[in-house]
């Protein structure tokens, strides 16, 4: 996750707040396997979300504009998703719906970003 977080330049804003992958993954290990379903179904809608304004973002021709200060409530959200609090905000199988809640915010936070990014030029072939 550490080249995600470079990429979008703040590493040092998430980096407090990222658990070490062994600490992740001894949690996640110990974890039921509901608690494991949601974290994974949450962290596959956040990758999916990020993925998406990274796309958006390499494909403008203006990335830099505005992009940090709107990124950064996402950026926690995102950590969130991916660590120990997300298995923390799952006190029971049957109260699941509040990891996935996590994830649809992020994903709402990073549509709403996208959105300041134009499309690319169209490219056209000329003879």
Request: charged share 15%; with cysteine; net charge neutral.
């Amino acid at each position: 996750m550490e080249c995600v977080f470079k990429k979008l330049g703040l590493i040092n804003e998430t980096a407090n707040r990222v658990d070490t992958d062994a600490a992740k993954a001894a949690v996640v290990q110990n974890a039921p396997e509901a608690w494991k379903d949601a974290a994974g179904t949450a962290g596959n809608i956040c990758s999916t979300a990020l993925n998406t304004l990274y796309a958006k973002i390499d494909s403008s021709p203006m990335p830099d504009l505005g992009f940090k200060p709107a990124c950064k409530p996402c950026s926690f959200l995102y950590s969130t998703c991916i660590t120990v609090e997300l298995i923390a905000n799952c006190p029971s199988p049957s109260n699941s719906s509040a990891c996935t809640s996590i994830a649809d915010s992020y994903k709402t936070c990073a549509s709403n970003i996208t959105a300041f990014f134009p499309p690319p030029p169209l490219q056209r072939n000329r003879p």
